[in-house]
């Protein structure tokens, strides 16, 4: 990617989730963006899903079946938004981008997590 890259709803990114606090995923790991990119880019805010190589069935997992690059689920219920221009922005890079379907049951499970009807 030319420029300096800005995430985009739907994109799988390397960012620095540390630091954390008990249960919750921390280091360098992938994550999703659920936040659109006019929004990221105005605010230097994004909003992330970590996404995790152990699944372990719980119902808040979405599956990234349609991925090339990263094999695993995200963690809706663990649901974030981070400062990505200082979470070590040199890392919050591209990776691959999810299909539309990954977004869309990602985003039903926040709303069922949260009770949204």
């Known amino acids: 990617m030319a420029g300096k890259y800005i995430p985009n709803r739907g994109d799988i990114v390397w960012l620095n989730f540390t630091p954390q606090s ?7 790991r992938p994550a999703l963006v659920l ?12 909003v992330f899903c970590p996404i995790t190589g152990h699944k372990k069935g719980y119902p808040f997992e ?15 219920d663990q649901v974030k938004s981070l400062d990505w221009k200082t ?10 981008k999810v299909p ?6 990602c985003t039903l499970k926040i709303k069922a997590l949260l009770m949204i009807e």
């Open 87 to 96: 979470r070590k922005a040199k890392f919050a890079k591209f990776i691959e």
């Open 22 to 28: 008990g249960h919750e995923q921390m280091g360098q």
């Open 35 to 46: 936040s659109p990119k006019q929004y990221n880019s105005k605010v230097g805010l994004a």
């Open 100 to 105: 539309e379907s990954v977004i869309k049951e």
């Open 62 to 76: 979405v599956d990234l079946l349609n991925t090339k690059k990263i094999n695993g689920v995200a963690l809706s």
